[in-house]
Structures are given as C-alpha cells and as structure tokens.
C-alpha cells in the first residue's frame, strides 16, 4: 500500500523525466463515496508559484511521481471548492471513527490505485503510521523481527471516518451525516473526546434531536458547557427536545438568570413541565420523575386501549413505555398494566381488570433512596409518582433515575438501557 508520507515532499517527473516540481500535497473530491478518488496533486518547488496538476496526467505515485504528458503540456487543475488537502486539513488532525465509535488522531493517509483512479482508502492512526513519518519503519519492522514481535498497521477504512474541519462547513455536514447515525452514549463521548473548537463546531452542525439524545447521556459538565456557548433560542429548543427530568436537571446547573431566560424562550407546555420538576427536592422523587408517560382510560377494553395509544400523544412521548398507566376522568391513578399483558389481552377484556389491586406509587417528597429501594425490591423499571392529597398522576421514576441515589451517575450512564 501507498501512503501520502511516501508522496509528499517527492520530486514530480514528466513523461520525457524532467523535473516539474516537488508534491506538497494531494486533493481528493467526492468525500461521500467509500473511497475518495485524488483530483489533483499541489506541485511547489522552491520560490515558485503554487502549481496544480489535475490527476488525469499523472502516471504513477510510486515510487517515483511521474506524469503522461511533457511539462510543456501540462494542464491547471481549477478547483471547484469542494476539494480535501489532505496534508493540510487531514493529517495530524481528530477524525471520528464511526465504526469503532472513538475519536482518533491521523498519522498517515492510505492510498491505492483503484481501476483507473488513485483514490484515497484509509487512515493510519497507529504507531507505525508515525514511525513511516520520520522515516523508522523500516528499522521498526527490522527490529520487531528480530525481537519476533508483529509491528501491527492499524488502518480504518475511509468509509468509517468522519473528518472534522471545524473551517469547513461544507465537509463538516458530511461528517455530521455520519456521526448522526450512531447512538446518543457513542456521540456523547466523542464530544467529550473532542477539542473544544473542534467539538463546538460539530455540536452546531448536529440537529436539535440528536443533539439532545446525546446531551442526555452526556455528564453535568459537558451539558452545562454546551448550552453556555450556544445561542439561547437554540439552547432553549434543544432543552425542548429532552426529557422534562434531563431538562430540569440542566437547568438546575446553570446560573439562575441564565435559567430563567431559556425557561422563557421554551414552548410554554414544556416549561411547565421543568417549571413543575424544579419546584421539587432534587434527591426527591418528584426532583427525578419524569412527566411523560403512557395512560389510557379506565373505561376502555384492551383492544380500544392500543388504539388509544395509537393516537396519544401523551405515549408518543414517552420513550420508555413499558407500562401502561390506567388513569379516572379526574386523572387518578387506579391501575398500572405492562404492555406486554395489554397486547396479549383479548381484545374485548376490561381494562378495569387491572384495576383491583392498589399499585404501588410514591409521592413526590418521597426520598430518591427510598424510591431505589422500591425499585429493587420489586424488580420494577418505573415507579408512578402520585399527588397524596388529590391522587392525581404526577409522572414517573425510570429504574435508571432511581439508581442514581446508590450509583453515580458516570456509571449510571455506562449501563444498557432496559427499554
């Protein structure tokens, strides 16, 4: 395989094996396809003028540069603003690897000849990409024998990498398709991997959504840190986007007078609901819960309950639905079923069936050790959260708030999600 260490710096020949000039860098275009084709080489020689030479003209890479055509016919390659240097804003530079999920450093660029087209496959981002740098790879591999030791390539495919050019809006969104892709703890951590320059323009380019799933699994520090360098209208629809409980939690992080004027700028049903969760302890059951939740009414069968949740929005909001909450006219809780049972139910069985037995609830001042101890003892993914005066449904404790009391949250976070 061919890297762009072996190419830079190299003298380029013409057809006839004169001079031209020496490679100072490569472009490559078409950053969607797997594997990049080069477009142009960037010749500078001494105190000459910048010269680029389209790819259509160029012969071989290695191991010398050589062109089809004599230096007399040498055409300008006239960019067209979508090209990659990979020496200048590749090499060296924080890349994310999609596949594996991380953020890593490149030390060299992988380059092959594929059909007719020099293309650009993979990224280096081993120790021996380093060692080829500064010209000890051979005297590496040498000694790895000697020592009956493998010096291993640690190449990933181009096709895996999402390059992050901070200055390069255009290149930057390509990246940002790919890293959209991958689950909110993934993003999370390459965030919080990323230089804060780097990482501030890849958290612009992310939509609100993703941007709040992964903000959700990201530690207080990194959340806070977001929000305080973003626009407030921006801030406050990304706040929109998570759930009341994460929300609440942010916000309760921030100074107060910043807290306000983002409670200001959200949806006002959304700010009530984080509104209502401030209002609560934060180590109380009702500083914890989360306000949506799935409900149907007590009135209806089996069948007409799926239906019911089909169309409310209340379920569509609620993003661990594993029960059921069966609730009066007056929105007091009178049963809980889990999903599974109301799908396996006969469509014509009554919902009120599951209504004989009191469920178990807490109310909001309930103690969060308290509400992990319920959690525990009866192997519960979520806990209603009921008003004692009224008996109104307030919301819901999920296992996975409920174990922050005995779990720190940095390991809370590190757990597989249950629903």
Aim: glycine residues 4%; charged residues 30%; negative net charge.
């Amino acid at each position: 395989m061919l890297y762009l260490s072996q190419i830079q710096g190299q003298r380029v020949w013409d057809v006839w094996s004169r001079p031209v000039g020496r490679c100072a860098d490569i472009l490559v275009g078409d950053l969607e396809k797997p594997f990049p084709p080069i477009v142009a080489l960037v010749l500078k020689d001494h105190d000459a003028p910048v010269q680029l030479i389209p790819a259509d003209q160029v012969s071989e890479l290695f191991p010398g540069i050589t062109l089809k055509v004599p230096r007399e016919a040498l055409r300008s390659y006239t960019p067209e603003g979508n090209e990659l240097p990979l020496g200048e804003r590749v090499l060296d530079r924080q890349v994310v690897d999609t596949e594996g999920h991380r953020v890593v450093r490149v030390n060299d660029l992988q380059i092959a000849r594929v059909q007719n087209h020099f293309c650009l496959t993979g990224v280096d981002v081993g120790g021996r990409g380093l060692l080829r740098r500064l010209g000890l790879e051979r005297f590496a591999l040498a000694l790895a024998r000697l020592l009956r030791r493998e010096l291993p390539v640690q190449v990933i495919p181009w096709e895996d990498i999402a390059p992050l050019q901070h200055e390069d809006p255009l290149r930057l969104r390509i990246s940002r398709d790919k890293i959209s892709r991958l689950r909110p703890a993934d993003i999370a951590a390459i965030l919080n991997d990323l230089d804060r320059k780097t990482g501030k323009a890849l958290l612009t380019n992310l939509d609100d959504e993703t941007l709040a799933d992964a903000l959700e699994e990201s530690p207080a520090q990194v959340q806070v840190e977001t929000l305080s360098h973003m626009d407030p209208e921006r801030a406050a629809d990304i706040l929109e986007e998570m759930g009341p409980d994460e929300a609440a939690d942010l916000l309760a992080e921030l100074p107060p007078e910043t807290s306000a004027q983002l409670l200001e700028l959200m949806e006002e049903e959304d700010a009530e609901d984080v509104q209502t969760l401030l209002g609560y302890p934060e180590d109380s059951a009702g500083g914890i819960m989360t306000t949506e939740f799935a409900w149907v009414p007590a009135h209806l069968c089996a069948a007409e309950a799926l239906e019911y949740l089909r169309h409310s929005p209340e379920a569509h909001e609620d993003e661990a639905m594993y029960y059921v909450y069966i609730l009066d006219e007056e929105q007091r809780l009178r049963g809980v079923v889990s999903l599974r049972d109301l799908v396996l139910a006969p469509p014509e069985q009554p919902v009120e069936t599951w209504t004989r037995e009191t469920p178990l609830s807490v109310d909001p001042y309930t103690p969060q050790e308290e509400v992990a101890y319920l959690v525990a003892k009866y192997d519960l993914l979520a806990v209603p959260v009921v008003d004692p005066e009224s008996g109104r449904m307030l919301g819901i404790v999920t296992v996975d708030d409920a174990i922050d009391a005995v779990l720190p949250t940095a390991w809370k976070k590190r757990l597989p999600r249950l629903f």
